[in-house]
Structure formats: structure tokens, C-alpha cells
């Protein structure tokens, strides 16, 4: 198996751009600015949305993405949500595609063009390759494990942020947030630092690979919304890092909030404000 992931990686990742792109032209776009009212349905609440999109997007990724690589399997958003057992194949041998078929559905639903489709290629707990689709940018940001992370011909590596300025982070949406959650995120209520809620995560882990953003601090761990984001970061040069000073498991049970960021040392100094604010 891992000789066919190897193999894989060296010839198929145009077939997932490419799979990713008809998915999201067949099932996404048609309905962005059209969507009727009985498509969209709440799962736990108001601010936690799920439209036709999202699932029969799923769906479609779901059948192409395995026929590419046969043995594999697929840990998704709506999947996971009608049958919570799927995340077990995050701990199993198979190959994993983890998928957030819309990913900032509220920003879809509200006719906002700040939402993507996340597409990643794991095995055994490891992030191998990571794909980030704006469609409505019309933007495409890849990374592969040791090969580094670009947007189309660029190459992403935006470097420590500059001295002097206020950090910009995004942060979880108070919506989203617990209590002690809500304690520590407070920590970046510091001069120094510019926090906001944040809007789709796979965007704002672009934005940080693009230097447009310094750090994110999210208090939640579904695998969908953080693994393609973290393996971007990771190979446009940044690092991540859990309130307990551990890298960030997509399997789960990670200690929360924590933080991706453009460098160590903003990781360093935004775990630090978090463990204070606790």
C-alpha cells in the first residue's frame, strides 16, 4: 500500500485537481445564489447549515476521489454526520480522503464567494497532500508533504511576519465557542494583536500560506475543516501547535484551542496568550 501512495503521489495529484474541479462545477456552482429554502437544513443549530450542495458534492467526491485510488476510503463531512463510525477509518490502514464538501456553508448559503471545497489525502494519521478550491475565486492552493505548497505556478512561503506590526488572527466564531473556550481566545485580547472571527477555515489557512493572515486560534478539531489547511501551512513554511504544546492530531482528542501560524515564534507567543486567557 504505501508503494501505491508513493506511486500516487507521483502521478495522480492532476487527477484530483481535476476531480475536485467537476465536482464542484457540477453540484457547487449551479446552485451558488440559487439555492430554494428547502435546500438548506440546520444540523445542530442555526449557525451549523447543510445544503443540497454539500451533500450531493460529497457524494460525487466521494465516488471519484476512490476510483482513483482503490482502497481508499473516505472520511466526510455529511458522511460522518448521518454515521459518526466513519472517523474510525482515521486510525485504520486504508488511505483516507477527508473531505469538507463546502466548507464556509454559511458564507455559500448567504451568496458570499468566501467558501472552498477541501480535499485531503492522509494514511496512518499522517498528512500526505492537500487541495483548497475557491471556485467562485476561481483560486486552487495545493501542498504535498515535502514538496511544499502553491496557488497555480506560485509558490507559497511568506516568512515570519513583519516586526512591529499588530498580528492578524482569525479566530472561532464566538458562536462556536464554549465558555472556557471563549476565556482563552480572550488571551489575544492584547495589544499587539488584531483577533476577528473567522470565516471559512480553509481560507484563512490560504491566507496565512499567502501572508494575508499571521495565525488562526480555533477551539474545534473535525478533521474536515483543519487538515488540508494545516498540511498548507505546514509546507508553505509555518507550524501548529495545541494549548498543551502538541502538534494538532486529526484523529481527535487534542487539547483546545490551538494555533497554525506563520512561524514558531507566532506559534510560540499565541499558545502562550491562550494558556493565559484559560
Known sequence: MIEDLEGFLETGLTDVEEAIRKAAA????????????HEIVEKNGPHDLVTVADRRAEEHLTESLTALLPGSVVVGEEGVHADPTRLDALRGDAPVWIVDPVDGTRQFVHGDPGFCTLVTLAHR?????????????????????????????????????????DLEVAMSHPDFTTDDQKRALLGLSVEGVHGRPCGSAGLEYVAIAKGEVDAVAFSWENSWDHAAGLLLVQEAGGTHETVAGEPFRIAGGNALPFTAARDAATVERIVGLLRGGA
Not at 132 to 158: F, H, K, M, N, Q
Open 125 to 165: 494519521g499522517e498528512l500526505l497532500a492537500s487541495w483548497t478550491y475557491a471556485p467562485a475565486l476561481d483560486e486552487l492552493a495545493v501542498a504535498v508533504r515535502g514538496r511544499g505548497a502553491r496557488i497555480g505556478d506560485t509558490v507559497l512561503r511568506p516568512g515570519p511576519p513583519e516586526p512591529g506590526r
Open 26 to 37: 457540477a453540484e457547487v456552482m449551479p446552485r451558488f445564489r440559487q439555492l430554494a429554502a
